[in-house]
């Protein structure tokens, strides 16, 4: 069974961080593209971060980057977001994604709410 389990969400005020954490089972994790994508209320589902199956290479929404950093352990079956410089556009329901372009087979977790507000 896949599962991908989100965690770390959370109300945050302006200006802080947030380390948010997505624990994958049920595939091969290593040989999957992992991603961080984002839906606020009204808004389209968009992409905050990307990193490749060796952690060879990351990439990052226009909003994220400088703020945010991406990174996966391939032993753990984990990859990580780090916020930093959190501001209320940043609020939002975050999800993982699992993605395994050649085939078509991508995975999605329940998502985590993260909050900013003073």
């Known amino acids: 069974q896949v599962q991908l389990v989100e965690s770390g969400g959370g109300l945050v005020q302006p200006g802080g961080s947030l380390t948010l954490s997505c624990v994958a089972s049920?595939?091969?994790?290593?040989?999957?593209?992992m991603s961080w994508y984002r839906q606020a209320p009204g808004k389209e589902r968009e992409l905050v971060a990307g990193?490749?199956?060796?952690?060879?290479?990351?990439y990052y929404g226009d909003f994220a980057e400088g703020r945010f950093t991406i990174s996966r352990d391939n032993a753990k079956n984990t990859v990580h977001l780090q916020m930093n410089s959190l501001n209320p556009d940043d609020t939002a329901v975050y999800y993982c994604?699992?993605?395994?372009?050649?085939?078509?087979?991508?995975?999605w977790g329940q998502g985590t709410q993260v909050t900013v507000s003073a």
């Open positions: 994604n699992a993605a395994l372009d050649l085939a078509g087979i991508e995975y």
């Open positions: 049920g595939f091969p994790f290593s040989q999957y593209e």
């Open positions: 990193i490749t199956k060796s952690a060879r290479s990351t």
